[in-house]
C-alpha cells in the first residue's frame, strides 16, 4: 500500500509517494531524479549511495525511504551552491582524485561529514572515516590527499572571531 511522504532533500521538500519496502537510493534516484548518488552494490558495502540523514552519513541502498520522512537529506548535489564547489569537491578536481565517478559522490559526501566533525584530520582518520568506501580504479592515494588538501583550505581560512 503506497504511503505519502515528505522528503526534504538539500533544503527542498518533495511530496513523494512511497511503497513502505521501497530504498531510499531508488526513490531519490528514481522518483526525484535526484542521480548524484549511485548504486554500486546494492549491499551496503560499497559507499556509493551515501547519503547524509540529519548530518550523518548513511548508505542509502540499505535505508527504506519511509524511514527518513521529514528528517534532513543531503546528496552530493546538496554539498554546494549550484553551479559552484566546495573546497573539497575543488581538491578533488584539482588532485585528480576522480576516477569514473561512480563512487565519488559517496566518497564526496562520507568526506563531508568527517570534516564537519573533525576539521583537522591525519591521513589514518581520514583512512579509516572512508573504509566503508570502495574504488575500483584508484589506489585511494589521491583521494585521501584531497580530503587533506581541503581540511587544510578550510582551516585556513580566517575565523569569524578574528576576521
Excluded at 521538500?13 to 531519490?28: G, N, S
Excluded at 525511504?65 to 554539498?79: D, F, K, N, P, Q
Excluded at 561512480?102 to 581520514?126: D, H, K, Q, S, Y
Excluded at 585521501?144 to 572571531?161: C, F, G, L, T, Y
Aim: charge should be neutral.
Amino acid at each position: 500500500m503506497k504511503r505519502l511522504i515528505n522528503l526534504r532533500i538539500n533544503g527542498v521538500t518533495y511530496p513523494v509517494e512511497v511503497e513502505p519496502r521501497e530504498r531510499l537510493l531508488d526513490v531519490v534516484r528514481y522518483k526525484l531524479d535526484i542521480t548524484g548518488p549511485k548504486e554500486g552494490c546494492g549491499t551496503g558495502d560499497c559507499g556509493a549511495c551515501t547519503m547524509l540523514i540529519d548530518g550523518k552519513p548513511v548508505t542509502s541502498c540499505l535505508m527504506l525511504a519511509v524511514s527518513t520522512a521529514g528528517r534532513e537529506i543531503t546528496t552530493v548535489e546538496g554539498l554546494a551552491r549550484p553551479g559552484e564547489l566546495n573546497d573539497l569537491q575543488r581538491a578533488f578536481v584539482e588532485l585528480t582524485a576522480v576516477q569514473c565517478g561512480v563512487c565519488i559522490p559517496g566518497f564526496l559526501v562520507n568526506a563531508t561529514a568527517l570534516l564537519r566533525e573533525n576539521p583537522n584530520p591525519t591521513e589514518e582518520e581520514i583512512r579509516a572515516w572512508l573504509q566503508g568506501n570502495l574504488c575500483r580504479c584508484t589506489g585511494y592515494t589521491k583521494i585521501v590527499d584531497a580530503v587533506m588538501e581541503a581540511a587544510r583550505r578550510i582551516n585556513a581560512r580566517p575565523s569569524p572571531e578574528t576576521a
